[in-house]
Protein backbone atom coordinates (compact mmCIF):
# COMPACT_ATOMS: atom_id res chain seq x y z
CA UNK A 1 0.00 0.00 0.00
CA UNK A 2 1.61 3.22 -0.63
CA UNK A 3 2.10 6.30 1.62
CA UNK A 4 -0.98 8.02 -0.70
CA UNK A 5 -3.27 5.11 -0.44
CA UNK A 6 -2.77 5.18 3.61
CA UNK A 7 -3.33 9.12 3.90
CA UNK A 8 -6.20 9.00 1.69
CA UNK A 9 -7.64 6.15 4.40
CA UNK A 10 -6.39 8.42 7.18
CA UNK A 11 -8.48 11.25 5.88
CA UNK A 12 -11.44 9.36 5.37
CA UNK A 13 -11.47 7.82 8.42
CA UNK A 14 -11.04 11.03 10.43
CA UNK A 15 -13.91 12.24 7.93
CA UNK A 16 -16.35 9.54 8.84
CA UNK A 17 -15.71 9.90 12.69
CA UNK A 18 -16.09 13.66 12.66
CA UNK A 19 -19.34 13.25 10.67
CA UNK A 20 -20.77 10.33 12.97
CA UNK A 21 -19.90 12.77 15.94
CA UNK A 22 -21.70 15.84 14.01
CA UNK A 23 -24.77 13.34 13.32
CA UNK A 24 -25.50 12.43 17.39
CA UNK A 25 -24.45 15.77 18.39
CA UNK A 26 -27.19 17.29 15.86
CA UNK A 27 -29.65 13.94 16.85
CA UNK A 28 -29.23 15.32 20.60
CA UNK A 29 -29.73 18.84 19.81
CA UNK A 30 -32.94 18.14 17.80
CA UNK A 31 -34.08 15.81 20.54
CA UNK A 32 -33.55 18.55 23.28
CA UNK A 33 -35.47 20.81 21.09
CA UNK A 34 -38.00 18.40 21.05
CA UNK A 35 -38.80 17.72 24.90
CA UNK A 36 -38.09 21.88 25.44
CA UNK A 37 -41.17 22.51 22.64
CA UNK A 38 -43.15 19.60 24.63
CA UNK A 39 -42.27 21.35 28.11
CA UNK A 40 -43.35 24.48 27.34
CA UNK A 41 -45.81 24.26 24.84
CA UNK A 42 -49.27 26.15 25.14
CA UNK A 43 -51.91 24.82 27.79
CA UNK A 44 -54.53 22.43 25.99
CA UNK A 45 -57.68 23.94 25.12
CA UNK A 46 -59.19 21.39 27.45
CA UNK A 47 -58.02 23.52 30.50
CA UNK A 48 -59.80 26.77 29.09
CA UNK A 49 -62.67 27.80 31.30
CA UNK A 50 -64.69 26.67 28.73
CA UNK A 51 -64.48 23.18 30.27
CA UNK A 52 -64.04 24.62 34.16
CA UNK A 53 -67.15 22.47 35.29
CA UNK A 54 -66.27 19.15 33.22
CA UNK A 55 -62.34 19.81 33.02
CA UNK A 56 -61.57 15.55 32.89
CA UNK A 57 -64.04 14.63 30.54
CA UNK A 58 -63.02 17.64 28.13
CA UNK A 59 -59.35 15.67 28.14
CA UNK A 60 -61.00 13.04 27.01
CA UNK A 61 -62.87 14.70 24.14
CA UNK A 62 -59.26 15.94 23.02
CA UNK A 63 -57.26 13.01 23.87
CA UNK A 64 -59.85 10.84 21.11
CA UNK A 65 -60.01 13.56 18.67
CA UNK A 66 -56.10 13.60 18.42
CA UNK A 67 -56.56 9.86 17.30
CA UNK A 68 -59.14 10.64 14.54
CA UNK A 69 -56.83 9.54 11.35
CA UNK A 70 -57.66 10.36 7.80
CA UNK A 71 -57.94 8.51 4.48
CA UNK A 72 -58.05 9.74 0.58
CA UNK A 73 -62.05 10.00 -0.56
CA UNK A 74 -62.65 11.18 -4.70
CA UNK A 75 -62.90 14.42 -5.38
CA UNK A 76 -63.32 15.98 -1.61
CA UNK A 77 -59.31 14.64 -0.97
CA UNK A 78 -60.25 13.08 2.47
CA UNK A 79 -62.68 11.93 5.02
CA UNK A 80 -62.53 10.54 8.22
CA UNK A 81 -61.98 6.56 9.27
CA UNK A 82 -64.27 4.85 11.28
CA UNK A 83 -63.69 5.37 14.81
CA UNK A 84 -64.79 4.30 18.51
CA UNK A 85 -64.48 5.77 21.61
CA UNK A 86 -65.99 7.66 24.56
CA UNK A 87 -66.92 10.79 23.04
CA UNK A 88 -66.55 10.92 19.40
CA UNK A 89 -67.95 7.91 17.06
CA UNK A 90 -67.09 8.27 13.42
CA UNK A 91 -69.29 5.93 11.02
CA UNK A 92 -68.12 3.81 7.97
CA UNK A 93 -69.15 6.32 5.68
CA UNK A 94 -66.42 8.54 7.50
CA UNK A 95 -69.07 11.08 9.17
CA UNK A 96 -69.41 11.53 12.79
CA UNK A 97 -72.67 10.15 14.95
CA UNK A 98 -75.81 12.27 15.41
CA UNK A 99 -77.19 10.50 18.38
CA UNK A 100 -80.98 9.69 18.19
CA UNK A 101 -83.14 7.60 15.90
CA UNK A 102 -83.45 8.90 12.65
CA UNK A 103 -86.90 7.45 10.64
CA UNK A 104 -87.51 6.99 7.64
CA UNK A 105 -89.55 9.45 5.60
CA UNK A 106 -89.03 11.97 8.06
CA UNK A 107 -87.59 15.44 7.26
CA UNK A 108 -84.01 15.48 6.28
CA UNK A 109 -80.98 18.10 7.33
CA UNK A 110 -78.12 17.50 6.20
CA UNK A 111 -75.22 19.98 7.38
CA UNK A 112 -72.13 20.22 5.65
CA UNK A 113 -68.82 22.63 6.74
CA UNK A 114 -65.45 21.74 8.47
CA UNK A 115 -64.44 21.26 12.02
CA UNK A 116 -66.52 23.29 13.36
CA UNK A 117 -69.53 21.80 12.35
CA UNK A 118 -68.01 18.15 12.75
CA UNK A 119 -67.71 19.48 16.44
CA UNK A 120 -64.25 19.78 17.30
CA UNK A 121 -63.85 20.34 20.59
CA UNK A 122 -67.35 18.65 22.03
CA UNK A 123 -68.89 15.10 22.33
CA UNK A 124 -71.33 13.36 20.23
CA UNK A 125 -73.86 14.54 21.70
CA UNK A 126 -73.13 18.46 21.57
CA UNK A 127 -72.17 19.03 18.42
CA UNK A 128 -74.27 21.64 16.06
CA UNK A 129 -76.48 19.22 14.44
CA UNK A 130 -76.53 17.10 17.74
CA UNK A 131 -78.13 20.13 19.15
CA UNK A 132 -80.74 20.57 15.75
CA UNK A 133 -81.68 16.91 16.52
CA UNK A 134 -82.56 17.65 19.96
CA UNK A 135 -84.58 20.21 19.22
CA UNK A 136 -86.16 18.16 16.71
CA UNK A 137 -86.08 14.88 17.36
CA UNK A 138 -88.65 13.37 14.62
CA UNK A 139 -86.53 14.75 11.11
CA UNK A 140 -83.18 12.99 10.11
CA UNK A 141 -80.44 14.74 10.97
CA UNK A 142 -76.50 14.07 9.10
CA UNK A 143 -73.38 15.86 10.13
CA UNK A 144 -71.80 15.61 6.93
CA UNK A 145 -68.89 17.89 8.26
CA UNK A 146 -64.85 17.08 7.73
CA UNK A 147 -62.25 18.30 9.25
CA UNK A 148 -60.66 21.37 7.27
CA UNK A 149 -63.34 21.18 4.60
CA UNK A 150 -63.46 24.68 3.16
CA UNK A 151 -66.70 25.56 0.83
CA UNK A 152 -65.64 23.98 -2.64
CA UNK A 153 -64.91 20.73 -0.83
CA UNK A 154 -68.38 21.08 0.44
CA UNK A 155 -69.38 21.45 -2.99
CA UNK A 156 -68.03 18.84 -4.23
CA UNK A 157 -69.23 16.43 -1.08
CA UNK A 158 -72.84 17.39 -1.95
CA UNK A 159 -72.04 16.40 -5.91
CA UNK A 160 -71.23 13.35 -4.74
CA UNK A 161 -74.71 12.63 -2.59
CA UNK A 162 -76.93 13.74 -5.23
CA UNK A 163 -75.27 10.94 -7.67
CA UNK A 164 -76.44 8.45 -5.41
CA UNK A 165 -79.35 9.95 -3.03
CA UNK A 166 -82.88 10.06 -4.55
CA UNK A 167 -83.81 12.54 -1.40
CA UNK A 168 -81.81 15.66 -0.51
CA UNK A 169 -84.18 17.37 2.11
CA UNK A 170 -82.67 20.42 3.00
CA UNK A 171 -78.91 21.23 3.22
CA UNK A 172 -76.99 23.80 5.28
CA UNK A 173 -73.43 25.03 4.53
CA UNK A 174 -71.67 26.28 7.15
CA UNK A 175 -68.56 28.23 5.95
CA UNK A 176 -65.82 30.79 5.73
CA UNK A 177 -63.02 29.79 8.06
CA UNK A 178 -61.74 27.45 6.15
CA UNK A 179 -61.92 29.15 3.31
CA UNK A 180 -59.97 32.24 4.65
CA UNK A 181 -57.25 30.44 6.85
CA UNK A 182 -56.30 27.58 4.91
CA UNK A 183 -56.12 30.03 1.39
CA UNK A 184 -54.81 32.68 2.72
CA UNK A 185 -51.42 30.55 3.18
CA UNK A 186 -48.45 31.94 0.73
CA UNK A 187 -48.13 29.01 -0.21
CA UNK A 188 -51.31 28.27 -1.50
CA UNK A 189 -53.61 29.29 -4.84
CA UNK A 190 -56.96 29.34 -5.36
CA UNK A 191 -58.64 27.22 -5.39
CA UNK A 192 -57.13 25.09 -3.23
CA UNK A 193 -56.88 23.55 0.18
CA UNK A 194 -55.29 22.78 3.27
CA UNK A 195 -53.08 20.28 2.07
CA UNK A 196 -52.19 21.34 -1.08
CA UNK A 197 -48.55 21.47 -0.18
CA UNK A 198 -48.38 18.08 1.52
CA UNK A 199 -50.07 16.27 -1.41
CA UNK A 200 -48.02 18.38 -4.27
CA UNK A 201 -44.99 16.74 -1.80
CA UNK A 202 -46.13 13.28 -2.13
CA UNK A 203 -47.58 13.09 -5.99
CA UNK A 204 -44.65 14.89 -7.03
CA UNK A 205 -41.72 13.42 -5.11
CA UNK A 206 -39.64 10.31 -5.60
CA UNK A 207 -37.25 8.46 -3.12
CA UNK A 208 -34.72 11.07 -3.00
CA UNK A 209 -37.47 13.36 -1.01
CA UNK A 210 -38.94 10.59 1.53
CA UNK A 211 -35.35 10.12 2.17
CA UNK A 212 -35.08 14.01 2.80
CA UNK A 213 -38.34 14.17 4.88
CA UNK A 214 -36.85 11.59 7.36
CA UNK A 215 -33.29 13.14 7.79
CA UNK A 216 -35.16 16.09 8.47
CA UNK A 217 -37.68 14.54 11.04
CA UNK A 218 -34.64 13.39 12.71
CA UNK A 219 -32.08 15.51 12.73
CA UNK A 220 -33.36 19.50 12.33
CA UNK A 221 -37.70 19.29 12.47
CA UNK A 222 -37.57 20.34 15.93
CA UNK A 223 -34.30 22.61 15.90
CA UNK A 224 -36.68 24.48 12.48
CA UNK A 225 -39.20 24.80 14.83
CA UNK A 226 -37.62 26.23 18.20
CA UNK A 227 -36.36 29.18 15.81
CA UNK A 228 -39.72 29.31 14.08
CA UNK A 229 -41.00 30.10 17.83
CA UNK A 230 -38.43 32.46 18.14
CA UNK A 231 -39.11 34.02 15.80
CA UNK A 232 -42.70 33.72 15.72
CA UNK A 233 -44.12 37.17 14.84
CA UNK A 234 -41.45 37.64 11.46
CA UNK A 235 -43.04 34.03 10.24
CA UNK A 236 -46.34 34.97 10.87
CA UNK A 237 -46.13 37.81 8.69
CA UNK A 238 -44.58 35.78 5.57
CA UNK A 239 -46.78 32.76 6.12
CA UNK A 240 -49.97 34.46 4.68
CA UNK A 241 -50.37 36.76 1.93
CA UNK A 242 -54.11 37.99 1.63
CA UNK A 243 -53.53 41.30 3.15
CA UNK A 244 -52.79 43.98 0.95
CA UNK A 245 -53.74 41.13 -1.96
CA UNK A 246 -56.97 42.54 -3.36
CA UNK A 247 -56.69 40.14 -6.26
CA UNK A 248 -56.58 36.77 -3.74
CA UNK A 249 -59.07 38.53 -1.76
CA UNK A 250 -61.48 38.57 -4.19
CA UNK A 251 -60.55 34.43 -5.67
CA UNK A 252 -61.44 33.39 -1.93
CA UNK A 253 -64.52 35.93 -1.63
CA UNK A 254 -65.80 34.90 -5.10
CA UNK A 255 -65.07 31.71 -4.83
CA UNK A 256 -67.32 31.23 -1.78
CA UNK A 257 -70.24 32.97 -2.93
CA UNK A 258 -70.23 30.87 -6.70
CA UNK A 259 -69.56 28.02 -4.70
CA UNK A 260 -73.05 28.25 -2.52
CA UNK A 261 -74.60 29.49 -5.82
CA UNK A 262 -73.95 26.16 -7.21
CA UNK A 263 -74.78 24.29 -4.27
CA UNK A 264 -78.39 26.26 -4.25
CA UNK A 265 -79.04 25.47 -7.79
CA UNK A 266 -78.35 21.62 -7.69
CA UNK A 267 -80.38 21.31 -3.97
CA UNK A 268 -82.95 23.33 -5.51
CA UNK A 269 -83.10 21.24 -8.92
CA UNK A 270 -83.32 18.30 -6.45
CA UNK A 271 -86.33 19.55 -4.76
CA UNK A 272 -84.17 20.26 -1.62
CA UNK A 273 -84.00 23.51 0.43
CA UNK A 274 -80.47 25.36 1.06
CA UNK A 275 -79.11 27.55 3.38
CA UNK A 276 -75.79 29.10 2.94
CA UNK A 277 -74.18 30.31 6.26
CA UNK A 278 -71.08 32.49 6.87
CA UNK A 279 -69.92 31.12 10.31
CA UNK A 280 -68.20 33.03 12.96
CA UNK A 281 -64.47 33.93 13.90
CA UNK A 282 -62.97 35.20 16.69
CA UNK A 283 -61.45 38.00 14.35
CA UNK A 284 -64.99 39.25 13.45
CA UNK A 285 -67.18 41.34 16.00
CA UNK A 286 -67.12 41.84 19.98
CA UNK A 287 -66.51 38.31 21.24
CA UNK A 288 -64.84 38.21 24.60
CA UNK A 289 -61.33 36.34 23.64
CA UNK A 290 -58.85 37.88 26.26
CA UNK A 291 -58.15 34.31 27.57
CA UNK A 292 -56.79 33.14 24.01
CA UNK A 293 -53.76 33.67 22.38
CA UNK A 294 -55.60 34.84 18.91
CA UNK A 295 -52.74 35.17 15.66
CA UNK A 296 -52.85 38.41 15.13
CA UNK A 297 -51.52 38.12 11.61
CA UNK A 298 -54.01 35.40 10.76
CA UNK A 299 -56.75 37.17 12.11
CA UNK A 300 -56.23 40.05 9.82
CA UNK A 301 -56.03 37.79 6.81
CA UNK A 302 -59.11 36.43 8.00
CA UNK A 303 -60.92 39.67 8.22
CA UNK A 304 -59.95 40.80 5.01
CA UNK A 305 -61.10 38.17 3.02
CA UNK A 306 -64.65 38.42 5.76
CA UNK A 307 -65.40 41.85 4.90
CA UNK A 308 -64.79 40.98 0.78
CA UNK A 309 -67.83 38.25 1.17
CA UNK A 310 -70.06 40.62 3.71
CA UNK A 311 -69.88 42.82 0.59
CA UNK A 312 -70.84 40.14 -1.68
CA UNK A 313 -73.63 39.08 0.34
CA UNK A 314 -75.29 42.52 0.60
CA UNK A 315 -74.65 43.31 -3.22
CA UNK A 316 -76.18 39.65 -4.51
CA UNK A 317 -78.97 40.35 -1.59
CA UNK A 318 -79.86 36.06 -1.90
CA UNK A 319 -82.37 35.41 1.20
CA UNK A 320 -80.69 31.95 1.40
CA UNK A 321 -77.59 33.67 2.68
CA UNK A 322 -77.31 34.17 6.34
CA UNK A 323 -74.18 36.74 7.96
CA UNK A 324 -73.67 35.10 11.15
CA UNK A 325 -70.18 35.71 11.49
CA UNK A 326 -71.02 38.12 14.57
CA UNK A 327 -73.10 35.61 16.53
CA UNK A 328 -70.77 35.02 19.22
CA UNK A 329 -70.93 38.74 20.46
CA UNK A 330 -71.46 38.40 24.14
CA UNK A 331 -69.67 37.86 27.40
CA UNK A 332 -69.64 33.82 27.63
CA UNK A 333 -66.51 32.04 26.74
CA UNK A 334 -67.08 30.32 23.49
CA UNK A 335 -64.43 30.39 21.70
CA UNK A 336 -61.36 27.60 22.34
CA UNK A 337 -59.41 29.17 19.32
CA UNK A 338 -59.67 31.18 16.45
CA UNK A 339 -62.71 29.47 15.24
CA UNK A 340 -63.70 26.38 16.97
CA UNK A 341 -66.19 26.38 20.31
CA UNK A 342 -66.91 24.68 23.14
CA UNK A 343 -70.56 22.85 23.40
CA UNK A 344 -72.13 26.05 24.36
CA UNK A 345 -71.43 27.79 21.43
CA UNK A 346 -72.92 24.94 18.98
CA UNK A 347 -76.09 25.11 21.14
CA UNK A 348 -76.32 28.82 20.50
CA UNK A 349 -75.59 27.76 16.96
CA UNK A 350 -77.92 25.07 16.40
CA UNK A 351 -81.06 27.92 18.00
CA UNK A 352 -80.08 30.22 15.99
CA UNK A 353 -79.89 27.56 12.70
CA UNK A 354 -83.59 26.22 13.93
CA UNK A 355 -84.99 30.27 14.09
CA UNK A 356 -84.24 31.00 10.46
CA UNK A 357 -85.54 27.73 9.01
CA UNK A 358 -88.48 28.36 10.65
CA UNK A 359 -88.90 32.12 9.11
Same mark, same amino acid.
Given at each position: ???? %? ?28 ? *? ?13 ? %? ?11 ? &? ?15 ? #??? !? ?5 ? =? ?41 ? &? ?9 ? +???? #? ?7 ? &? ?34 ? +? ?9 ? @? ?35 ? %? ?21 ? +? ?11 ? /???? *?? !? ?28 ? =?????? @???? @? ?9 ? /?????? +? ?11 ? /?? &?????
Amino acid at each position: MTRF %NERMIAYTRVITINLIIFLILLFAINSACW *VYLKNTREPSRSELP %NYESERTYARKIF &KEYNKVKQQYEPFTEWK #ALP !FQGETTN =ILGTGERIVPGINLNGTPIYRFFGGSTMWGEGSDDSRTIPAYF &KQSKPDTQVIN +HGQL #AYNSRQNLE &KLINLLTQLDTIGTVIFYDGVNDAAFLCPTEIEVPG +HRLVPSFKRKI @DGDNVDYVLIFLDKVFISNIKRLINRLNYSNQSTLAY %NCVGNEEKISQIAQGIIRNWEMA +HTLVSNSGGRFVA /ILQP *VA !FIGNPEVDYLQLDETLGQNVVAVYKAVQKL =IKENNY @DWII @DMSDTFDNKQS /IYIDFC +HVSPLGNKIMADA /II &KILEQ
